[in-house]
Each structure stands twice: as C-alpha cells, then as structure tokens.
C-alpha cells in the first residue's frame, strides 16, 4: 500500500477478519502468522498479500526484532490456554526469567507478550471468547491484563454482542490497550453500536440471486439452495431425539430451528458436524436444511448482503464452516477501527487533521 496511515501485523490471522476492519482504514498489513494450512489459502485468495505468512508464532517469537517488523497497531484472535503461576522464587532458583514473562509461559499469549515488549507498537486490539474474563474465578483475565499493564499500556476492555451489526447472537471480549506514554485516551463510546441489528433474511440466499455453484442452484426462473444442504431424514429424526432426551433431563441442549425473521444462535467451528445450531426453516412438512458457507461469511460479515462483493471461498464446506465458526466478526471490528485508529496515527504526518476527523466514528 502507498503512503499507510499505519501498519499492522495480524496474529492467529485465521481468514482475515480482523485484518479487513483495519485495512479500510488505512492501515498496511506488514506481518501475517497463521499456522492453519486451509486458513491461509482462504486468506491469500482474499487479500493483496506482499510478504510470507509465518506459520508457528512461537519460533516468530525465538527472535522478535529479527522476524517481525517494526509496527503501529497489533492485531490477535489468540486461542487461550489455560494459564499456569509459579512462584518468581523457583524460577530464579531454575535461572528462568519471571515478572509477565514467568506468569504467561507455555501459552500463546506470551507470544503476544513478547512482540508487544519487544516491538512496542502504539496499540493493539485483542479477541477472545467472553469466558476469558471468568476463566479460573477470574485470574486468567487479571493476569493478563497485569501483563499488559506492565508492559506500559492502558487496557480497556469489553463483551459486546455482534447481534447490533449482524443476524447471530455471538458474544465475545475485545481488548484495546495504547501505549501510556503517548497519552492518548480510548473509551468504548467511541464505537459506534447500532441499537436495532438484521434478521436472518438480510443473509440467506433469495429467490432473484446468480446462482452459485455448489451452494445454490437455478430451476424455472428461480435461485434455490442445493439440496445438499437440507438435513437428511435420519439426521433430523437423531437430532430432534437428542432435543427430547435433554430437555426431558432439563438440559439446554439441542438444535436450533430459525426462521427469516430470527437471529441464530453463535456458528461455530462444529458446525459442520451436523448443523444443529443454526437449522433453516423449511416450512411445515420439510425437513430444514443446514446455512451454506455463503450464509457464512455474510453471518460473519465478510458478506454482509447478497449486494456485497463476495468473499473467495476456495476450501471445501467442511473447512469453510470450521473458519468462520472461528473468525470474527467483521462489522465489530470494523467500528472498533474506526476508533482506534484516528488515535493511533494522532501525532502522526501520514493524515492532516480534517482527515483523521472525517473518520472519527460518532460517539
């Protein structure tokens, strides 16, 4: 990209949603790490990338200042492991280093850790699932952002729902922090969150479509979804069985039929095992069917509407499904840019100051 307002390096990359919120900001993707083969072929179908994608973070992070570049803003969909404490004395006595690094050792946010200490970018944007913040009574979350604290950067956090932007109930903690020292303040009314969110019709596939081989098909005028995806006669029985049997034990378990005019519950990485979070509705007689990965990536936002452009998906349905059951959300990103950034490049000579206005999302 000529003349970026900033750069970026994009961590756990998966298919790019983090990614694509910052680059229409702007931003210049420098450094990608993403060690899931299929992830990356998604990736690389859908965006200009310039320089090698690094697999295994841990030996990106042997030697930060030598494998990753200089950079304004970090970017991390990191999966989180449990995290294990020991005592700053027995590390000592074992010659190991302690503080933030001995706290997050054997886990992949201590990469995290070691980029942003060694590279110390203006800020970066982290996302997890929201028990991060309740996970083991709550340590999890406070050693981290301990960790990030010591490393010089003010944190604020929230859970916020994608349900304002796009059809699903989908509920996940963001992590913003920028540097102490530049004295800049991020607050989260500065994003900009829809009161009223779309229903499910404003994603699925319409009569007056193209046709799009193999997730629909043209018969008679029409555009129609290929019967592929309607469940079969043993699977629906199994799944609505296994419904019966749990609620009779007053679990929660079970599938999830949805019309157009409902939200679905969160598609995840499982979901092509049999569908049963989010089943269309076929009407009365029909057995319902599964979204197809095209549904997907407008779920996810990749493709907001059947008017979008819409994304590459050069993988077979089984691994579409697993990678956008483990993106982001791309609209919530999008808006969480939006405010970023303007501060990001405050003191910056990329932008002149009626530029970094026009972008400044409305609080």
Not at 96 to 112: C, K, M, S, V
Not at 138 to 150: H, M, P, Q, R, S
Not at 268 to 289: F, M, Q, W
Request: one cysteine or more; a positive charge; glycine letters at 8%.
């Amino acid at each position: 990209m000529k003349n970026p307002h900033f750069t970026f390096v994009d961590l756990f990359a998966g298919i790019g949603g983090l990614r694509r919120g910052f680059e229409e900001q702007g931003g210049e993707c420098v450094w990608t790490c993403e060690l899931d083969a299929y992830a990356v072929k998604t990736y690389c179908a859908n965006f200009s990338v310039q320089h090698p994608i690094w697999g295994d973070i841990k030996t990106a992070t042997v030697s930060v200042q030598k494998n990753v570049p200089k950079h304004d803003v970090l970017l991390a969909g990191f999966p989180c492991q449990p995290f294990s404490l020991a005592g700053v004395s027995k590390k000592n006595s074992l010659g190991r280093p302690h503080g933030f690094l001995d706290q997050a050792q054997g886990t992949l946010f201590y990469d995290i850790a070691s980029i942003l200490k060694a590279r110390k970018p203006k800020a970066f944007l982290l996302e997890n699932v929201k028990n991060l913040a309740s996970h083991d009574s709550g340590k999890t979350f406070k050693t981290i952002v301990k960790i990030l604290d010591e490393l010089g950067y003010d944190v604020q956090h929230r859970i916020i729902n994608a349900s304002s932007w796009v059809p699903q109930s989908r509920q996940r903690i963001y992590l913003v922090g920028f540097r102490k020292e530049d004295n800049v303040t991020f607050n989260w009314d500065m994003v900009a969150c829809p009161s009223v969110g779309p229903k499910l019709s404003s994603i699925l596939h319409g009569p007056d479509e193209e046709p799009e081989h193999p997730f629909t098909v043209r018969e008679r005028g029409r555009t129609r979804v290929s019967e592929k995806y309607t469940l079969s006669d043993n699977l629906w029985q199994y799944l609505k069985s296994y419904a019966i049997k749990h609620k009779a034990k007053g679990n929660g378990f079970g599938c999830s039929v949805v019309g157009p005019d409902q939200i679905s519950r969160t598609l995840s990485a499982r979901y092509y095992k049999d569908g049963s979070e989010i089943l269309i509705d076929r009407g009365v007689g029909n057995n319902p069917r599964r979204l197809t990965p095209r549904e997907c990536a407008r779920l996810m936002g990749f493709d907001y509407s059947s008017t979008s452009k819409p994304m590459s998906i050069p993988v077979s349905d089984t691994r579409a499904y697993k990678q956008f059951g483990n993106s982001v959300v791309v609209p919530v990103i999008r808006e969480i840019a939006k405010a970023m950034c303007p501060l990001v490049f405050t003191n910056s000579h990329n932008l002149k100051k009626n530029t970094i206005k026009s972008i400044r999302p409305n609080s």
